[in-house]
């Protein structure tokens, strides 16, 4: 080592006239069929949950178990193919679906005015951390014997505890979202003129916009349970019940595959929703922007 | 273009007689403070400059000068506890589309409008359009002063941090307000890019002769854009020369005037944080 000079070795200089052809190598080529498909989102998750329901169909056809306690996948889509068809599904549906829109919708108006309060002064800012500190953890079903209280048994109680579940959970990320947005992105909003609602509506809501999803994926999955399990309880003094009333009755009257069937249209909404809705949202909105892979 | 600068530094230095009348921005003995958890900040101490029309002002000076602050001062985003800035005659008080700043970050164009959108926005927000017509026209001719014609329906993210400064740049332009405030735009670029750029800023200027209060840390940077250049010494920021520069650009970086300049800068920052090392030492 010590005895070895040190230093910059020196080479001769050199110019490539002209480039070799890329002949070896694909420069460019389509990708194969099962690589194509296996980058389709829905294929990878369509065939998990086709695994699922063949271990399922397999269990009950190998070990058979009660019908009563545990209906084969088979019976059980029959009876949801039936209750389709004869419209008794949608209507359920529509009734849970109609008093989960009130409240999301309610929920989503109040969020806003705490959000406005709390973007434009620091005691809303204060009153909305703490607000969202004390409700979040609290799951909303618990509200319900206070909500009866109030409110009856009806729909006005079912909205109620809907919309506790959905505004804390929408004000909490949209805040956390819109305190994320760059400084820089705040003062180009105020160079160009814009206060107050038009700041809030085209520079905060828009930059915030990926958090705001989140929270509106979460607010409708916390307000589909809470209203399903909201039903459970008092669907029977309601004049028409929806989903969860349909579990709770089939259940009681021992017609199991009635109420897998009702499970699984809860899954499904659920799916629905998640999958077509709220992903038709995020391609058209922030994938678009490149806020998001 | 090299010609150009040179005859309308010409002009410049003949016709010392007919200085414009008033300047675009006048700020006098202006101290911006500001606080941190535990400490109050003076981070400039009465500094006054002018900028006259279609000036390229450089404000120059080490990190920790308060060049930054102060442009957005001048922008109206920070508030002086002592003295005032004028533009054409009125106090600035809060942000406005009549002072168009151009920041360094990329993430200054909004992600969710293309490059057009990012313009039009502006335009019609700012009050300088009624009609979305005429913002798209406006819109499409700055796109093209900065060479970005077919990248108009382009959304931010697919464009190189060159293109971005670009967008923001015809977005500044586009407004055509009284003054342009860039705040080291060029900084985040490659080497490369930031010269391109820099050769394109000037191209612009030649061609509209817009006025523009820029701010950099780099002193081959200031000597190239600026026409002027005030030098700014650190803690708290103060003014501490103002030299021309119109003489000077690319095509001059070779010559000796240029090299000159240059380590007269070099000298005159590097003699402050000698000074300010001594009272370190002192203290």
């Known amino acids: 080592m010590s005895d070895k000079a040190i230093g910059t070795y020196v080479r001769p200089e050199f110019e490539v006239d002209t480039l070799k052809e890329a002949t070896n190598v694909d420069v460019e080529r389509q990708l194969s069929l099962v690589e194509r498909i296996s980058n389709i989102n829905a294929v990878r998750k369509m065939s998990i949950l086709l695994g699922l329901v063949i271990l399922w169909q397999g269990y009950t056809m190998i070990a058979q178990p009660e019908p009563l306690l545990f209906p084969s996948f088979v019976s059980s889509a029959e009876v949801l193919w039936e209750t389709i068809v004869s419209g008794e599904m949608f209507q359920k549906v529509w009734v849970s679906l109609y008093v989960l829109l009130l409240g999301y919708a309610a929920g989503l108006a109040m969020a806003a005015l705490f959000l406005v309060l709390a973007v434009s002064t620091r005691i809303g800012s204060d009153f909305l951390s703490t607000m969202t500190a004390m409700f979040q953890p609290l799951p909303a079903i618990s509200l319900l014997p206070l909500a009866m209280l109030w409110f009856g048994l009806g729909i006005p109680s079912l909205v109620f505890v809907t919309i506790h579940s959905v505004l804390w959970a929408v004000a909490l990320s949209t805040h956390v979202g819109f305190m994320g947005v760059s400084e820089t992105l705040r003062m180009v909003g105020r160079n160009y003129g814009l206060r107050n609602i038009p700041y809030i509506l085209k520079i905060l809501v828009p930059a915030a916009f990926p958090a705001i999803l989140i929270g509106l994926k979460i607010g409708w999955a916390f307000a589909w349970r809470t209203l399903i399990g909201a039903e459970l309880v008092f669907g029977a003094a309601a004049g028409k019940g929806g989903l969860g009333w349909m579990i709770f009755e089939k259940g009681d009257n021992l017609d199991t595959p009635y109420v897998f069937a009702a499970l699984f249209m809860v899954i499904l909404v659920g799916l629905i929703v998640e999958n077509v809705i709220f992903r038709n949202i995020e391609l058209n909105t922030i994938s678009k922007w490149g806020m998001q892979r | ?283």
């Open chain 2, 1 to 283: 273009m090299p010609s150009e600068v040179m005859t309308t530094g010409a002009a410049d230095a003949t016709s010392a007689a007919s200085k414009p009348n008033a300047p675009i921005l006048d700020v006098e003995g202006v101290t911006i403070q500001y606080k941190t958890k535990e400490h109050l900040i003076t981070a400039t101490y009465r500094v006054d400059f002018q900028v006259f029309e279609a000036d390229r002002f450089v404000i120059l000076g080490p990190s920790g000068c308060g060049k930054s602050t102060l442009l957005k001062a001048v922008a109206g985003y920070l508030h002086p506890v002592e003295g005032e800035m004028r533009l054409n005659g009125t106090s600035v008080t809060e942000p406005g589309p009549d002072r168009v700043m151009v920041f360094q970050e990329f993430d200054q164009l909004l992600p969710w409008k293309t490059v057009k959108e990012n313009i039009t926005f502006a335009l019609l927000n700012g009050g300088r359009c009624a009609s979305k017509n005429e913002a798209n026209d406006i819109a499409m001719e700055y796109i093209q002063k900065v060479k970005l014609d077919r990248f108009e329906d382009t959304y931010p993210h697919m464009l190189s941090g060159g293109m971005k400064q670009r967008v923001a740049i015809a977005r500044g332009m586009a407004m055509e307000p009284a003054i342009l405030l860039m705040d080291e735009p060029f900084a985040a670029l490659d080497a490369l890019t930031r010269r391109q750029m820099q050769e394109e800023l000037l191209a612009l200027w030649e061609d509209t002769k817009f006025t523009v209060l820029f701010v950099t840390h780099s002193i081959e940077e200031a000597v190239i854009v600026g026409s002027r250049i005030l030098i700014m010494s650190p803690h708290p920021g103060q003014v501490k020369a103002e030299l021309n520069a119109h003489d000077h650009s690319h095509a001059t970086i070779g010559e000796d005037g240029f090299a000159e300049l240059q380590s007269k800068i070099h000298n005159m920052i590097f003699a402050d944080r000698v000074l300010e090392d001594e009272v370190v030492n002192h203290g």
